[in-house]
Nanobody, 120 residues
Framework: VQLQASGGGLVQPGGSLRLSCAAS????????MRWYRQAPGKQRELVAV???????NYADSVKGRFTISRDNAKNTWYLQMNSLKPEDTAVYYC???????????????WGQGTLVTVSS
């Protein structure tokens, strides 16, 4: 199983970016899908999570600006980031709890990260 994050880049303050994470390989089902971020010199933090049923939760710092969504048919989830601020600059990582087969337990997987830089 591989998680491939994409969509990062350089954006001016107030701008928008959309991150994508595509899961590939032997996948039976994906439960929770998450986005984390890690800024230079800081610990990795949870940004947003979406459950298999579509329930979402966000870090207080991004509420009202970021939206997480998922496309179950494509095993892909997204993070729409609006009104970006310099403090949103970080490497963004996707993460998921998934089952590889019907009989398998739930395992946690990480993507490789994509850099988001918010600067004028």
């Amino acid at each position: 199983v591989q998680l491939q994050a994409s969509g990062g880049g350089l954006v001016q303050p107030g701008g928008s970016l959309r991150l994508s994470c595509a899961a590939s390989g032997s996948i039976y089902s994906i439960n929770a899908m998450r986005w984390y971020r890690q800024a230079p010199g800081k610990q990795r933090e949870l940004v947003a999570v979406i459950s298999s049923g579509g329930s979402t939760n966000y870090a207080d710092s991004v509420k009202g600006r970021f939206t997480i969504s998922r496309d179950n048919a494509k095993n892909t989830w997204y993070l729409q980031m609006n009104s970006l601020k310099p403090e949103d600059t970080a490497v963004y990582y996707c993460n998921a709890d998934l089952k590889k087969t019907f009989w398998a337990g739930i395992s946690n997987y990480w993507g490789q990260g994509t850099l988001v830089t918010v600067s004028s």
